[in-house]
Protein backbone atom coordinates (compact mmCIF):
# COMPACT_ATOMS: atom_id res chain seq x y z
CA UNK A 1 0.00 0.00 0.00
CA UNK A 2 1.47 3.08 -0.97
CA UNK A 3 2.12 4.89 2.18
CA UNK A 4 0.41 8.76 0.72
CA UNK A 5 -2.91 6.34 1.36
CA UNK A 6 -1.27 5.35 4.90
CA UNK A 7 -0.91 8.31 6.48
CA UNK A 8 -0.42 12.07 5.83
CA UNK A 9 3.08 13.34 4.24
CA UNK A 10 4.23 9.81 3.70
CA UNK A 11 6.85 9.39 0.64
CA UNK A 12 6.63 6.71 -2.18
CA UNK A 13 7.97 3.58 -0.50
CA UNK A 14 5.11 0.89 0.54
CA UNK A 15 3.97 -0.16 3.06
CA UNK A 16 2.83 -4.06 4.56
CA UNK A 17 -0.70 -3.60 6.17
CA UNK A 18 -2.95 -6.18 8.08
CA UNK A 19 -6.41 -6.86 7.15
CA UNK A 20 -7.99 -4.16 9.63
CA UNK A 21 -5.57 -1.51 8.31
CA UNK A 22 -6.24 -2.57 4.44
CA UNK A 23 -10.25 -2.13 5.88
CA UNK A 24 -9.30 1.54 6.83
CA UNK A 25 -7.40 2.37 4.32
CA UNK A 26 -10.28 1.88 2.29
CA UNK A 27 -12.93 3.78 4.18
CA UNK A 28 -10.61 6.62 3.78
CA UNK A 29 -10.79 6.38 0.28
CA UNK A 30 -14.32 5.73 -0.04
CA UNK A 31 -15.05 8.65 1.81
CA UNK A 32 -12.85 11.05 0.00
CA UNK A 33 -15.12 9.47 -3.18
CA UNK A 34 -18.11 10.13 -1.40
CA UNK A 35 -16.61 14.15 -1.28
CA UNK A 36 -16.38 14.25 -5.28
CA UNK A 37 -19.76 12.13 -5.63
CA UNK A 38 -21.98 12.32 -2.75
CA UNK A 39 -25.48 10.55 -4.62
CA UNK A 40 -23.02 7.24 -5.77
CA UNK A 41 -25.12 4.60 -4.79
CA UNK A 42 -22.42 2.27 -5.45
CA UNK A 43 -19.81 3.88 -2.96
CA UNK A 44 -21.90 4.00 -0.12
CA UNK A 45 -22.64 0.24 -0.53
CA UNK A 46 -18.97 -0.94 -1.24
CA UNK A 47 -18.28 1.63 2.37
CA UNK A 48 -20.82 0.00 3.99
CA UNK A 49 -19.57 -3.30 3.30
CA UNK A 50 -15.95 -2.22 4.55
CA UNK A 51 -17.51 -0.98 7.64
CA UNK A 52 -19.20 -4.36 8.04
CA UNK A 53 -16.11 -6.06 7.76
CA UNK A 54 -14.34 -3.57 10.22
CA UNK A 55 -17.56 -4.65 12.76
CA UNK A 56 -19.05 -1.32 12.48
CA UNK A 57 -22.62 -2.27 12.18
CA UNK A 58 -24.69 0.83 12.78
CA UNK A 59 -22.15 2.93 10.35
CA UNK A 60 -22.70 0.14 7.97
CA UNK A 61 -26.69 0.11 7.88
CA UNK A 62 -26.66 4.41 7.86
CA UNK A 63 -24.28 4.13 4.76
CA UNK A 64 -27.05 0.94 3.08
CA UNK A 65 -29.78 3.32 3.77
CA UNK A 66 -27.84 5.73 1.81
CA UNK A 67 -27.13 3.45 -0.63
CA UNK A 68 -30.77 2.70 -1.11
CA UNK A 69 -32.42 6.23 -0.96
CA UNK A 70 -29.99 6.43 -4.05
CA UNK A 71 -30.97 3.66 -5.50
CA UNK A 72 -34.12 1.81 -4.60
CA UNK A 73 -34.33 -1.35 -6.70
CA UNK A 74 -30.76 -2.69 -6.70
CA UNK A 75 -31.31 -5.85 -5.09
CA UNK A 76 -27.60 -6.24 -4.30
CA UNK A 77 -27.81 -3.30 -1.42
CA UNK A 78 -30.95 -4.77 -0.17
CA UNK A 79 -29.62 -8.39 0.19
CA UNK A 80 -26.52 -6.56 2.19
CA UNK A 81 -28.75 -4.42 4.29
CA UNK A 82 -30.07 -7.94 5.41
CA UNK A 83 -27.49 -9.43 6.02
CA UNK A 84 -25.55 -6.98 8.36
CA UNK A 85 -29.26 -7.12 9.91
CA UNK A 86 -28.80 -10.67 10.15
CA UNK A 87 -25.22 -10.49 11.89
CA UNK A 88 -26.67 -8.14 14.43
CA UNK A 89 -29.27 -10.93 14.95
CA UNK A 90 -32.26 -8.37 14.46
CA UNK A 91 -33.98 -11.05 12.50
CA UNK A 92 -37.14 -9.41 11.39
CA UNK A 93 -35.12 -6.28 10.13
CA UNK A 94 -33.39 -9.03 8.05
CA UNK A 95 -36.30 -10.76 6.75
CA UNK A 96 -37.89 -7.58 5.48
CA UNK A 97 -34.44 -6.93 3.63
CA UNK A 98 -34.15 -10.54 1.96
CA UNK A 99 -37.97 -10.69 0.86
CA UNK A 100 -37.47 -6.85 -0.54
CA UNK A 101 -34.44 -8.57 -2.92
CA UNK A 102 -36.40 -10.86 -4.43
CA UNK A 103 -38.75 -9.12 -4.91
CA UNK A 104 -36.16 -7.16 -6.94
CA UNK A 105 -34.40 -10.16 -8.33
CA UNK A 106 -35.13 -13.99 -8.31
CA UNK A 107 -31.48 -15.15 -7.02
CA UNK A 108 -30.12 -18.26 -5.05
CA UNK A 109 -28.63 -15.57 -2.36
CA UNK A 110 -31.79 -14.32 -1.84
CA UNK A 111 -33.38 -17.69 -1.31
CA UNK A 112 -30.18 -19.13 0.86
CA UNK A 113 -29.74 -16.17 2.82
CA UNK A 114 -33.81 -15.98 3.64
CA UNK A 115 -33.63 -19.37 4.54
CA UNK A 116 -30.43 -19.09 7.19
CA UNK A 117 -33.09 -15.94 8.59
CA UNK A 118 -36.15 -18.08 8.80
CA UNK A 119 -34.19 -20.75 10.56
CA UNK A 120 -33.47 -18.40 13.23
CA UNK A 121 -36.99 -16.97 13.12
CA UNK A 122 -38.45 -20.50 14.41
CA UNK A 123 -39.93 -20.78 10.73
CA UNK A 124 -38.57 -24.09 9.72
CA UNK A 125 -41.12 -24.95 7.57
CA UNK A 126 -40.37 -21.50 5.81
CA UNK A 127 -37.10 -22.04 5.51
Do not use: F
Amino acid sequence: VPSKLVRVGGGDEGEKMDKQGVLEVAVRCYTKALVLDVDNAGVWHDLALVQAALQQMDKAVQALRKAISLSPRQASTWVSLGLVYAKQEDWALAQHCLVRALQLENSALCWTNLGVVYLNLGEQTLA
